[in-house]
């Protein structure tokens, strides 16, 4: 079965750094990649998506990278603000798998003054 | 005005006993989608309907049963609720099904459910 693994460990970065997350999957490669941001308390808020023929994405201060050959995808925020402070997850949808999005277990961000 | 609304957003209850989650998005989506989130924060689906019709079902105890009575509404109706169903359920909707759209989830605040 599909594996998806985040840092688990929270990140704590000083405001103005650029923050990097990882999202690593095994097995098949996947169609697409979502990152999404998820508020204390909140649903998660779709962020960016990236295909598989995309090597990168940018949004504003954000950029998502997606390594198909590594497996992996990164998260970048440049210039982090404490309003970045957040769980970001990564979500991958699999070719052949029914179309079912496929969560990470988020990675919790600290900007620090 | 909120895109995907779930009430109640909290909800203690004894074990034993039925509960329903409801949920509307008025976003004009035809695919709506029932998550559950445990204690470790893991996003996992459980069911989705598109367009009134149910097209995933997760393993996930018959106990559990989703209703759409039409493509704006999904309730999500528990029975017998057990301690282990404790956890943050959330409600949300795509565009459509496919792929075309990059099927962006957009999701409700949470309802968080603690069984006692």
């Known amino acids: 079965s599909q594996k998806i693994e985040q840092n688990s460990e929270a990140l704590n970065i000083q405001e103005g750094k650029t923050a990097t997350l990882t999202c690593n999957y095994t097995n098949y490669s996947p169609a697409y990649l979502q990152w999404y941001r998820q508020d204390p308390g909140r649903g998660p808020v779709f962020l960016l998506l990236?295909?598989?023929?995309?090597k990168e994405k940018r949004k504003e201060r954000l950029k998502v990278t997606f390594d198909t050959t590594l497996k992996q995808s990164l998260f970048h925020i440049t210039a982090s603000q404490p309003a970045d402070s957040a769980t970001y997850l990564c979500a991958l949808l699999f070719t052949g798998g029914g179309n079912k999005l496929t969560f990470g277990t988020g990675t919790q961000l600290k900007v620090e003054l | 005005d909120t895109a995907v609304s779930q009430t109640p957003k909290y909800l203690v209850t004894q074990m034993g006993n039925d509960k329903s989650i409801k949920c509307e998005q008025n976003l004009g989506h035809d695919t709506m989608y029932w998550y559950k989130q445990d204690s470790k924060k893991f996003l996992k689906i459980m069911f989705s309907?598109?367009?009134?019709?149910l097209i995933i079902n997760e393993t996930v105890p018959n106990r559990f049963s989703p209703k759409s009575p039409d493509k704006a509404h999904l309730n999500l109706h528990i029975n017998s609720l057990e301690l282990g169903d404790s956890a943050v359920y959330f409600c949300a909707s795509s565009q459509d099904w496919g792929q075309g759209y990059g099927n962006t989830i957009y999701f409700g605040e949470g309802s968080w459910l603690t069984v006692v």
């Open positions: 309907y598109n367009n009134k019709e």
């Open positions: 990236i295909r598989e023929n995309e």
